[in-house]
């Protein structure tokens, strides 16, 4: 880890901080907030921050109320949506959680854009203000501006604008071309949503000028495009295939399923194509989030509690405070375990937490473990070694770089195979010497999307034939797809116009196929 | 660097275009709640919010997953007691453990059923849904007709109540503006000179001509106090203006027949059938006034309470309801004021010759005083005279008077519906 090329880090200043030992007097003994106290708040932990190294977007901090919470919240993290049913959903179902009380509203809501936009809710109280601008406006934001994925696949200058343009567009195309018609074409997209994203190519930024300015000539050239790839009368079969070389169109698979249709599909108007883009470049704009939960709810986590803990030795705040904070904090990261009934998979904040909490003490108190296990980082500059974690990773690499053995004791991990060849569930390796790597590894898998999702491609549209249109789903440990496949297979006609076939490919070259419209048992053979 | 800003002004109701949307998306699941909730409900309490459910199945929206089976590795915390290599039954219910990305689903609850509230609006939106009050329109444009005060912008002349402030402090500035312009440019003048006078060398000053200053000044002072502050002419005042008004009141007439034949469970059908045009007839009108009468051989105008609850024995005459019903409406509502609508239940019986009275009473008097008469009649028998005689009236007037069958509970609400259907025209 010599090589480290990290940020400049004014680490000085904290530790100035921390010898400074004459006490200050609290910035707010009560509970209530006002403007003026969200104020010097910001300032003091933003002067934090920056003492931490932390390098932020310039914040626009929104105070909201319980009602807008909600509006937001069903927006899924959009601060303003094009309008679809999903979201009407979202809401009711939020609203019903939170009638009832089952469910108390998150009391942070942040959005990857510059300004980073964070919510607070009026009716919290001063110390939970101050929690969220801590975790929220600089733990997050910081985030958002340093990881590498967010770097590369985002652009946070443009998102607003952006979907300021597609809330607009999407709402001109209702009048034009009817709410039903739209809301149609909508479903199908979602349906795909996770099929719009480029995994490895890095996507040309958005802008909303640029994309009104060229949407114009972009429908005209897309539709002459498509109609050269369709207007082929089929020919007599070329030299090539009649050697068993068939043509085949496209030349190689094709994953990101919606990007392909955007260009493709023949019956597609161009206005479709438009609201296919817009529901691909606003599933890009998420990919990363979807890939760093870990990552970013700890680091976001992680510095609330180094924060707040700071301005509590600094004097600026109560005891009162530091103990509403810690309850707070106690509950975001409780861990329940596998056999309570609260258990629902692994809390991101408590195992982020725990990773960083950890790489920190690794670096400054290092035992004869840590330096087997991390010989690179035991001993080194904490700060920097947290930033450098921080910038260069996503979940899976950065579990299976900076899981430690004491985290997996810690959380008590053990791991399960649950195969159905098998009658039982075995034990496959639990918090020991002999299974932490493994723990390790199939954690990290975990968050692997490429785990998570099926491996579905486009392999073949028969432009010369039917202009059916072929996918390959490939097994991952023979996980077959679920009960709602032919449903998507359905949205992809839709889109596409003509048969849809979709070949599950299991690990041992057996074969499954579904099909849309249904395919009878004489057409199959 | 950071910006505070308080949006708590900003309209909360973001989502309610989305809301909608979803309603509308599963209005067909939506109305068959209601239905059901009509049909469930206790007589009095119709009017609420619906708490409705719907198929977890019908509301997915699918995405290419990974179903059950196959081998998978997952990871879990808090071991208790496990030791690697152990091997442990497959736990009731599937899979073992959640995938373990921390995602719960977002329904919140069980998977089986997405579950969410609609408002008592909402609830009665879709109660009524499809329905309307027939012959309204036409009653509209002739003579419903009632006057309402409305705005017509500002006079001179009106009571001191009404004066519109702003208006005259605005005037009254500009008048006194006008009025004083001359004198005080004027004084700006003199006291220009009167200070060049005094800042002159002492023995350049000429006392008596600052005196005469002075004495100008003091004078036009005077004079600009001398404007009223405010005058008679400055006062503005607000002008309202009958404008006249489509009438929004309504009368309905419960008719019921109370005589022996006539159980409670009856009663209650007739009051559910009753509560339903009312609440029907409610969001149509602002004002409604229901009147309740009942009948055995003789009528009578009781109050809700003893309208449902008090029972009498003895034979029927029906006729007599009708004749009430008439008399009513001839002494307190004046037939270009009210919309008029009578619903009346009776199990069918009547006094063999009552019957003809009955539908000459309504063809000839009743019926063209009302905007609607619907007649249920709540037997599981065979229809007597008074429902033969009923038929020949809807003959005459089809679109005035309707009439049904109830047999059970069930029943009530697709009556209702039948009877207030919309109708093409």
Known sequence: MNDITSNVIAHQASESANTDTEKRTPISTSSEWTFELLEDYDREIGRIARSFGLDTYPNQIEVITTEQMMDAYSSVGMPLGYHHWSFGKQFLSVEQGYKRGQMGLAYELVINSDPCIAYLMEENTMTMQALVIAHACYGHNSFFKGNYLFKTWTDAAAIVDYLLFAKKYIAQCEERHGIEEVESLLDACHALQNYGVDRYKRPAPISAEEEQKRQQEREEYLQQQVNQLWSTIPLKRTDDEVAGKRFRYPSEPQENILYFIEKNAPLLEPWQREIVRIVRKIAQYFYPQRQTQVMNEGWATFWHYTIMNQLYDEGLVTEGFILEFLQSHTSVVYQPSYDSPYYNGINPYALGFAIYTDIKRICEEPTEEDRQWFPDIAGTDWLKTLHFAMHNFKDESFILQFLSPKVMRDLKLFSIVDDDKESELEIAAIHDDSGYKLIRQQLAAQYNLGNREPNIQVVEADVRGDRSLTLNHYAHNRRPLDAGTPSVLRYIYQLWGFPVRLKTIMEDGTKQCYAWPPETEAAKA | ?425
């Open chain 2, 1 to 425: 660097m950071s910006f505070i800003i308080d949006r708590r002004l900003n309209g909360k109701n973001k989502s309610a275009v989305n809301r909608q949307r979803f309603l509308h998306r599963y209005r067909g699941h939506i109305k068959k709640a209601v239905t059901d909730a009509v049909n469930r409900r206790s007589i009095t309490d119709l009017e609420h919010g619906e708490k409705i459910n719907i198929p977890a199945k019908d509301i997915n929206e699918p995405i290419f997953q990974q179903g059950k089976g196959g081998r998978r590795e997952i990871v879990n915390p808090g071991n208790k007691e496990f030791q690697q290599g152990d091997r442990i039954r497959r736990p009731q219910g599937g899979g073992g453990g959640g995938s373990g990305d921390g995602q719960a689903s977002n329904s919140g609850e069980g998977d089986d059923e997405f579950s969410f509230s609609i408002t008592k609006d909402e609830f009665l939106e879709f109660m009524f849904d499809g329905l309307e009050l027939p012959n309204l329109e036409r009653k509209m444009f002739k003579d419903m007709e009632s006057a309402k005060l409305v705005r017509a912008g500002i006079i001179k002349d009106g009571t001191p109540a009404k004066i519109n402030i702003v208006r005259s402090m605005k005037n009254a500035h500009g008048r006194r503006r006008a009025m004083t312009g001359k004198s005080r440019r004027r004084l700006r003048e003199l006291e220009a000179l009167l200070l060049e006078e005094q800042t002159k060398d002492e023995l350049l000053r000429n006392p008596l001509r600052i005196q005469e200053l002075e004495l100008e000044i003091a004078q036009l002072k005077q004079k600009i106090d001398r404007v009223p502050f405010l005058d008679t002419y400055d006062l503005r005042y607000n002008h309202f203006r009958l404008e006249p008004q489509p009438s929004n009141q309504a009368v309905m007439f419960c008719l019921m027949d109370v005589s022996g034949s006539m159980t409670q469970a009856h009663k209650d059908m007739a009051k559910r059938f009753f509560i339903l045009l009312y609440l029907f007839l409610e969001r149509n009108y602002q004002r409604i006034e229901v009147v309740f009468i009942r009948h055995h051989t003789s009528a009578k105008e009781v109050d809700e309470e003893e309208f449902f609850y008090s029972r009498e024995t003895g034979g029927t005459i029906v006729s007599s309801a009708l004749k009430l019903t008439q008399e009513v409406i001839s002494k307190r509502f004046p037939l270009n004021e009210w919309n008029i609508y009578v619903a009346q239940a009776s199990d069918g019986d009547n006094w063999d010759d009552d019957s003809t009275n009955c539908s000459k009473l309504l063809m000839n008097e009743l019926i063209p005083m009302v905007q609607y008469f619907a007649y249920v009649e709540i037997t599981p028998h065979a229809h007597q005279a008074l429902w033969e005689e009923y038929v020949g009236v809807r003959q005459r007037y089809p679109d005035r008077f309707a009439m049904e069958q109830i047999v059970s509970e069930a029943d009530i609400y697709p009556v209702f519906r039948e009877l207030f259907k919309r109708k093409e025209s």
